[in-house]
Structures are given as structure tokens and as C-alpha cells.
């Protein structure tokens, strides 16, 4: 009987924490809980054809079947299951919604199918806990293509912005701060003078969904810099932020550094392909040692991030990074020495992020074979690249996140980061953080336990 009413007890608590984080937590809260974060790749964005015709973006002709159009596997429950195992504690799903899946070209209507399929996914990640961002993604490069329009060109592409996330926020909105909205993906803007357009834009994004009332009021909603490129962000956009009454934004950057190391593919006469980077893991007489873009550079990238948006309370979300994984061969090259340059940039990568707060989302394109920036093999539920999941997973335990929804707290202590509940729900005092007594709390959203 006593272990009963202990039970009733502790679902009474964790029913009161839930009521109490429900949309009630700070935008720097939402990106603490995602780190580090996993892509879906471009699966829900996929179309049955390359490419992008105008005159057929507007039509519903890409149905279902998009979803293994650039890749073999269908997204299930299982997979989501095992990302989650993997210690991953968000989802960022890139979507097409205009791109062959507009039921009613004159209103802008979604497909309600294709409507039903991308929620279906978000509910495998929901019911394993973990927060998702759901975005427009390139979409056929209906606004892309677009986004220095003026006049007619540019009201209508506000128009259709606003209807498409206007029917996805009335969609989803029931759910909780475990969603986040991102207006778009790579805004291709390449000058200042441009970024204001670009803020135009991301203010129709904005006021569409805080205008549907709910709990999309208080959603955590995600802008992204000029094309997406960190130092562009920060010298462009942090001084034109657009506004939001709840005051509940995050700015999106993607950290693919240094080019010739994560996606060059033949070397070329102004410089080579990087096999090794970091400092460690130069070969001697190799042409493919990283000349630029290391520990360093990206550091101070990092910090920039940090004192123009998230010391000011803004989060940053890296959306995407990654690197290819290559087949190394050749006098004076070393295998062994790419592997192990692979596993530390992604450890590096993550643990700077989330020491400074910055939300790390793992690009993950299921293609297997060689020279592939693959991670997860989602057909059979392993991992492709052991190399790059050993390194989050060493950035995780270095930074203190458990691999496990259930952990023990050595030394009597727990993580800083964020409010520490007790199993009535009532938030630890800030005088015990560094010494709790024995029993279990709750951080995070995971339980910890003090022996």
C-alpha cells in the first residue's frame, strides 16, 4: 500500500512540475533542454523531382512518397527511439510545405494529408521527451529566390509566409514548449543593405503565429541570420532583431567551418581538401592538414555568439553542422589520423556550443557509402560513423549531460543550468544547488538521484 500512495505521490509531482514548465519557461531554458540536438536530414523536405519550377510549386504533386525521394528509410517510432538512445535531446525536422504540397493554390492551403504526416513524426518525437524545431526549409526556393522582392512580388510572398505558418501553428497548437518554430532555413542575403528585408520577413513569420493565440504566444520561436553564417549574424543582425511580445526568440546560424575540412570534394588550385584537423591530429608531409579554421578561429566565432545574443538572453540554435567522412589514401596520409580528426571535431563542436549555450543540431543525411556525413543508419537502427556519436558523446559527459534519462549525481552535486524541482514540484532553493540532501530531483526534465 505505501509503495502505492508513493507512486500517486511522484506522478502528482511530476503532473505539478509539467503544469508548471508548461510554455512557462525562458527562451534560454527551451535551448538548454535541447542540447545537443540531431537532424532529420532533408527527409521531409524531399520532392520526387530536383529542383525548383515556379510554375509547379504551388501545386499539390509531391505527396507522400517525397519522404524517401533523396533517402531510403521512412521515418518511424523505432527510429526516433533510437536517435533518443543516442542521448540526443532534440529533433530538427526541415520541411517543404509550398514545394508540391498546396492543396488550394489560391489560399495557399496545405495538403492535410501531408499536414497529417509531418505531425505524425513530431508525436514520435513528443512522446520520447524530446523537443522538436520544425521549420520551413528551402521549400523549392519559393521565398528564397525571392527575398529582395519589392512591391507586388514582395506582398504576395509575405502573404503566403503567413498563411503557411498560420495553418502550422493552429495545427500544433496544443503542444507544448517540446515544439519550436524556425520561419526558415538559409536566407540567402549576402549584403547588409539586405538584411533589413530579411528582418521584414521574419516579422510576418512572427506576428503569424503569435496572432493565433494560445500557447503559440509563448512558443519559442527561431530567426535565422544571413544565410544562416555566424560571423554575418553577428555583425548584421544583432542590432535588428525584430520584435516579439513575449520576448521568447532564438537566432538560428548553421557552423559548417572550416570549408575545405566538412564539404570540399577535389582540391583546387587556391587550397586542399582538409583531412586532419585539430591539434593533435596533423600528419606529417600531408598537403591535406587544416591551414585555417581551427580550435581558435571557431572559438572566437563561438564567443561572438555568446556576447552579441546569448548574454543579451536571446538563445542560439547551430542548426546544422557536420563534416564528410572521407576515405583518406595516398603516400604520407593516415586513416587512422581522419577518424580521429572526425571524432574530435565533433566533440570540440559540441562542447563549445553548449558551454556557451548554443544549441548543437547534428546534420545527418542517411546516406551510406563512402564520403558521407552520415551518423545514424536509420534502415537498421546502428551507427554509421561511430567516430562522429563518440564525439558528442564525450562532449556530453564533459559538459555533464547524462547519456540516460536516469542518473546518479556524484559527489552529492548536480548540474547549474537550469531549476531543480523536488518531487512536490516546488523549485530547490538556490542556497541548496551545490549541496542537496539524499533523495531525487528533477532538471531538466530528467530525474536525478542523490544515494
Known amino acids: 500500500m505505501r509503495k502505492f500512495f508513493t507512486t500517486i505521490l511522484c506522478m502528482f ?18 535551448a538548454q533542454r535541447m542540447m545537443p540536438g540531431w537532424n532529420l536530414g532533408n527527409t521531409m523536405e524531399a520532392n520526387m523531382s530536383w529542383g525548383s519550377n515556379p510554375a509547379k510549386l504551388f501545386e499539390n504533386n509531391g505527396g507522400l512518397a517525397g519522404e524517401t525521394a533523396w533517402q531510403p528509410t521512412k521515418t518511424t517510432q523505432a527510429v526516433i527511439d533510437y536517435v533518443k538512445s543516442q542521448g540526443f535531446r532534440s529533433v530538427r525536422i526541415p520541411c517543404a510545405w509550398v514545394w508540391g504540397h498546396i492543396a488550394d493554390a489560391d489560399n495557399y492551403t496545405i495538403d492535410a494529408a501531408w499536414m497529417s504526416r509531418v505531425k505524425e513524426i513530431v508525436d514520435y518525437c513528443i512522446n520520447n521527451d524530446l523537443y522538436v524545431l520544425l521549420n520551413d526549409h528551402w521549400d523549392g526556393g519559393w521565398l528564397d529566390d525571392n527575398l529582395t522582392a519589392t512591391g507586388a512580388q514582395k506582398e504576395k510572398n509575405k502573404a503566403v509566409l503567413a498563411a503557411i505558418w498560420t495553418q502550422i501553428a493552429n495545427e500544433f497548437s496544443d503542444y507544448d514548449d517540446h515544439l519550436v518554430f524556425a520561419g526558415q532555413n538559409e536566407p540567402p542575403i549576402e549584403k547588409e543593405s539586405d538584411v533589413s528585408k530579411l528582418v521584414e520577413y521574419q516579422q510576418t513569420f512572427i506576428d503569424a503565429v503569435r496572432a493565433t493565440g494560445g500557447k503559440n504566444e509563448k ?74 579554421g581551427e580550435e581558435s578561429q571557431m572559438t572566437a566565432i563561438a564567443n561572438q555568439l555568446k556576447a552579441k545574443f546569448i548574454d543579451k538572453g536571446i538563445p542560439v540554435i547551430n542548426g546544422e553542422y557536420g563534416v564528410i567522412w572521407r576515405t583518406v589514401s595516398g603516400a604520407n596520409e593516415s586513416q587512422e589520423k581522419h577518424n580521429a580528426s572526425i571524432k574530435y571535431y565533433y566533440k570540440f563542436m559540441n562542447q563549445m556550443c553548449m558551454e556557451r549555450g548554443i544549441v548543437p543540431m547534428a546534420w545527418d543525411t542517411n546516406s551510406t557509402g563512402t564520403n558521407q556525413m552520415t551518423i545514424i543508419n536509420r534502415k537498421d537502427l546502428t551507427i554509421y560513423n561511430q567516430y562522429m556519436i563518440d564525439g558528442i558523446h564525450e562532449a556530453m559527459e564533459a559538459v555533464g549531460i547524462p547519456l540516460t534519462a536516469i542518473s546518479s549525481i556524484k559527489n552529492g552535486r548536480t548540474e547549474t543550468r537550469s531549476r531543480i524541482y523536488d518531487l512536490s514540484g516546488r523549485v530547490v532553493p538556490d542556497q541548496q544547488m551545490s549541496r542537496l540532501p539524499k533523495g531525487v530531483y528533477i532538471q531538466n526534465g530528467r530525474k536525478h538521484i542523490i544515494p
Open 219 to 292: 512558443r519559442l520561436l527561431v530567426v535565422q541570420g544571413p544565410s544562416t553564417d555566424a560571423e554575418k549574424t553577428c555583425n548584421w543582425l544583432a542590432n535588428k532583431i525584430p520584435t516579439d511580445p513575449s520576448g521568447k526568440l532564438a537566432v538560428e546560424i548553421h557552423f559548417y567551418y572550416p570549408w575545405n575540412f566538412w564539404g570540399m570534394t577535389e582540391d583546387a588550385n587556391w587550397g586542399n581538401m582538409f583531412y586532419y584537423w585539430g591539434k593533435d591530429n596533423h600528419v606529417s608531409g600531408s598537403n591535406h592538414n587544416a591551414t585555417w
Open 13 to 30: 509531482a511530476l503532473m505539478q512540475l509539467h503544469a508548471q514548465q508548461n510554455m512557462e519557461l525562458t527562451a534560454q531554458e527551451v
